[in-house]
T-cell receptor, first 109, second 115 residues
Framework: GQSLEQPSEVTAVEGAIVQINCTYQ??????LSWYQQHDGGAPTFLSY????GLEETGRFSSFLSRSDSYGYLLLQELQMKDSASYFC??????????FGSGTQLTVLP | DADVTQTPRNRITKTGKRIMLECSQT?????MYWYRQDPGLGLRLIYY???????NKGEISDGYSVSRQAQAKFSLSLESAIPNQTALYFC??????????????FGPGTRLTVL
């Protein structure tokens, strides 16, 4: 079957670095995406990894290891506005994205 | 103006009623999706459409139907609403791309409550 696992909650302080891990299981795999959602608002795209390695976009980076079926989202210089839910999602053989259950990040002052 | 709009934004209805949620987009994308979000369960795909004549069931299509009236419009219907369909519903669009890799753009969501 297809599944993703990510921690349900992560807490960190302002200015710190936090890593949100995601492991997946699927028969077909075309890449790992990350989305951010604030308080039930519209999810917004953050990052995509189609190949192994690190992708950097400002304070956010995302990593993928296909051999380990593992990826992570790294958030640096945390700000209060980064408090949100973060979802990993993979594109598989079924022409659709499958989302994880999300990680609620709380940034403390 | 928003690229992806959903109407209504909030709806309270009773068990057994027929409900239609509408989605419109001005991004010119061919692909449109309907998701459902429940607390702790993330986003689950209900239906998706890659063009007006290509409509497919997602993970949780039972109890739902869809209509792709035009490239820009994709409606979700609950023929006979039940309480466990109470959820936050999102419409999304994406441009054509290699399977599963295209960025999806989400609407603001419709909060549906079935009493």
């Amino acid at each position: 079957g297809q599944s993703l696992e990510q921690p349900s909650e992560v807490t960190a302080v302002e200015g710190a670095i936090v890593q949100i891990n995601c492991t997946y299981q699927t028969s077909g795999f075309y890449g790992l995406s990350w989305y951010q959602q604030h308080d039930g608002g519209a999810p917004t795209f953050l990052s995509y990894n189609g190949l192994d390695g690190l992708e950097e976009t400002g304070r956010f980076s995302s990593f993928l290891s296909r051999s380990d079926s593992y990826g992570y989202l790294l958030l640096q210089e945390l700000q209060m506005k980064d408090s949100a839910s973060y979802f990993c999602a993979f594109g598989g053989s079924a022409r659709q994205l499958t989302f994880g259950s999300g990680t609620q990040l709380t940034v403390l002052p | 103006d928003a690229d992806v709009t959903q109407t209504p934004r909030n709806r309270i209805t009773k068990t057994g009623k027929r409900i239609m949620l509408e989605c419109s987009q001005t991004k010119g994308h061919d692909r449109m999706y309907w998701y459902r979000q429940d607390p702790g369960l993330g986003l689950r795909l209900i239906y998706y459409s890659f063009d007006v004549k290509d409509i497919n069931k997602g993970e949780i299509s039972d109890g739902y139907s869809v209509s792709r009236q035009a490239q820009a419009k994709f409606s979700l219907s609950l023929e006979s609403a039940i309480p466990n369909q109470t959820a936050l519903y999102f419409c999304a669009t994406s441009d054509a791309g290699f399977e599963g890799t295209d960025t999806q753009y989400f609407g603001p969501g419709t909060r549906l409550t079935v009493l």
